[in-house]
T-cell receptor
Framework: DTGVSQDPRHKITKRGQNVTFRCDPI?????LYWYRQTLGQGPEFLTY????????KSRLLSDRFSAERPKGSFSTLEIQRTEQGDSAMYLC?????????????FGPGTRLTVT | ELKVEQNPLFLSMQEGKNYTIYCNYS?????LYWYRQDPGKSLESLFV?????AVKQEGRLMASLDTKARLSTLHITAAVHDLSATYFC??????????????FGKGTKLSVKP
């Protein structure tokens, strides 16, 4: 297994456009998380899925943001009507459901720049 | 609301020296994690600490957890340049549950100089 993958790695868009990011978790992991990281800060939790169910959303996730995980495999994060404040690194992580550690494995991230 | 504070935020060390990074958190939690991040890269898991008094070591890094004091430390022994990176601690916000949503500190940017 090659780990968590994300696509694209970089995205430059103009303000007001919509963007969509994809995350493919480690195959046997049924939990998937999205985080956002801005320069000089730690990652901030956005939302998480267990299988296809979206179980929690942060208040950071405004109504312009939507995430899906159809069939409990890959996930997409869409941002509508992007704003300059959306510029950040968007990180995806996955973890197995069972086990005390619940260790999260992070993907390489998608760096979004809104101009 | 769970808050996680790290200090120092910036640390410049000489090779061969020892130092400790501190991570305080505001409410009870089951799990504490340490991650490393190199510039422009994603996060690499270093340690997962589950119980009071837990101590884990990997190479020149040793992490410990005191749940009563709500404090974790990451100790660096005889630093080498390859340890230069940003180190984050993160705490599971779902005490007693199993969501695994992590609250991160701001990170400690470590620079090891010859």
């Amino acid at each position: 297994d090659t780990g968590v993958s994300q696509d694209p790695r970089h995205k430059i868009t103009k303000r007001g456009q919509n963007v969509t990011f994809r995350c493919d978790p480690i195959s046997e992991h049924n939990r998937l998380y999205w985080y956002r990281q801005t320069l000089g800060q730690g990652p901030e939790f956005l939302t998480y899925f267990q299988n296809e169910a979206q179980l929690e959303k942060s208040r950071l996730l405004s109504d312009r943001f939507s995430a899906e995980r159809p069939k409990g495999s890959f996930s997409t994060l869409e941002i509508q009507r992007t704003e300059q404040g959306d510029s950040a690194m968007y990180l995806c992580a996955s973890s197995p459901r069972e086990g005390a550690l619940l260790e999260q494995y992070f993907g390489p991230g998608t760096r979004l720049t809104v101009t | 609301e769970l808050k996680v504070e790290q200090n120092p935020l910036f640390l410049s060390m000489q090779e061969g020296k020892n130092y400790t990074i501190y991570c305080n958190y505001s409410t009870t939690s089951d799990r504490l994690y340490w991650y490393r991040q190199d510039p422009g890269k994603s996060l690499e898991s270093l340690f997962v600490l589950l119980s009071n008094g837990a101590v884990k070591q990997e190479g020149r890094l040793m992490a410990s957890l005191d749940t009563k004091a709500r404090l974790s430390t990451l100790h660096i022994t005889a630093a080498v340049h390859d340890l230069s990176a940003t180190y984050f601690c993160a705490v599971d916000s779902s005490y007693g549950g199993s969501q695994g949503n992590l609250i991160f500190g701001k990170g400690t940017k470590l620079s090891v100089k010859p």
